[in-house]
Nanobody, 119 residues
């Protein structure tokens, strides 16, 4: 497993922007899928956005036109640019590294970074 550290969360007003970063402790160029999941209180984690080693992306439909995921293998970092934030984007956001889009046993997770969208 790879150690992942998220940053960039915080409090923002509706319509605002944040950029989340996820720094890995080792090279990510051999990791097939990197991405972001989020969890609302009392609920299961849900996919937000993922990017494969080949550059293919997949998004939660509710964020597709507002969020952009990217990975910089040279810096061992994955980013999530979030624009047009809405109150229902408020959640704990987790960085993910694994073999597949859907998590399986043995995949890596960060500790999470809180995103709060409120006026």
């Amino acid at each position: 497993q790879v150690h992942l550290v998220e940053s960039g969360g915080g409090l923002v007003q509706p319509g605002g922007s944040l950029r989340l970063s996820c720094a890995a402790s080792e090279s990510i160029d051999s990791i097939n899928v990197m991405g972001w999941y989020r969890r609302y209180p009392g609920m299961q984690r849900e996919l937000v956005a993922v990017v494969t080693r080949g550059g293919a992306t997949q998004y939660q439909p509710s964020v597709k036109d507002r969020f952009t995921i990217s990975r910089d293998d040279a810096k061992n970092t994955v980013y999530l640019q979030m624009n047009g934030l809405r109150p229902d984007d408020t959640a704990l956001y987790y960085c993910y590294a694994g073999r597949f889009v859907l998590p399986t046993t043995g995949d890596s997770w960060g500790q999470g970074t809180q995103v709060t969208v409120s006026s």
